[in-house]
């Protein structure tokens, strides 16, 4: 496995395990056991340990979370449509994998007051995902493009925390209903 491969595995299982534990639940020997991989190549890409490898998997998610929803309201016809579409995909994803992951973000959020770097990288991932949701409600011609996009993301990260909580894409396919019922007739 080549060098790039396997900084990328350490990327994402590192994302799964903050995911599933959140970032003081797991510890190293526990990603690189998973990784199999040992210590050195852990510390040869992320000199500074664990909060750098908890920031590169958090982004790694987080521009995921951001492809996902650019696909989402690309293919829509609306602003709220966008948004049903997200949440039919975040559901669709937990369904598939018989689990709901925490939001990458909010995995990280935990250790933020021993960490402000880590806080520092959720506000930007945060801010990535808001002004993606701006942009898409500015295409729609939505009057208050950054109060929509704003309220939806809230929307969004609440039925995601509900998901989580209850292991249950319904949070996401009550979000979706209310959305749809917004869609002109």
């Keep these: 496995m080549s060098s790039s491969e396997n900084r990328d595995k350490l990327i994402r299982i590192a994302s799964r395990l903050f995911r599933s534990k959140g970032y003081d639940g797991v510890g190293l020997k526990e990603i690189l056991v998973a990784a199999e991989l040992p210590k050195g190549s852990l510390y040869y890409h992320f000199p500074g340990g664990k909060v750098e490898l908890a920031d590169a998997a958090t982004r790694w998610a987080g521009d995921w979370v951001a492809r996902m929803l650019g696909q989402c309201f690309n293919v829509a016809t609306s602003f709220e449509e966008g948004g049903m579409k997200a949440c039919e995909a975040l559901a669709a994803a937990a369904e598939h994998n018989n689990s709901v992951p925490a ?83």
Aim: with cysteine; glycine share 6%; aromatic share 8%.
């Design 103 to 185: 939001c990458p973000v909010v995995s990280i959020l935990q250790a933020a007051p021993s960490e402000p770097a880590l806080r520092k990288t959720a506000e930007e991932i945060y801010d990535t995902w808001t002004a993606g949701l701006v942009g898409q409600a500015k295409r729609f011609g939505i009057a208050d493009p950054q109060q929509s996009a704003l309220s939806l993301h809230m929307r969004l990260q609440g039925a995601w925390i509900l998901a989580y909580a209850q292991q249950s894409g319904a949070p996401f396919h009550h979000l979706a209903t209310e959305l749809r019922q917004t869609l002109p007739r």
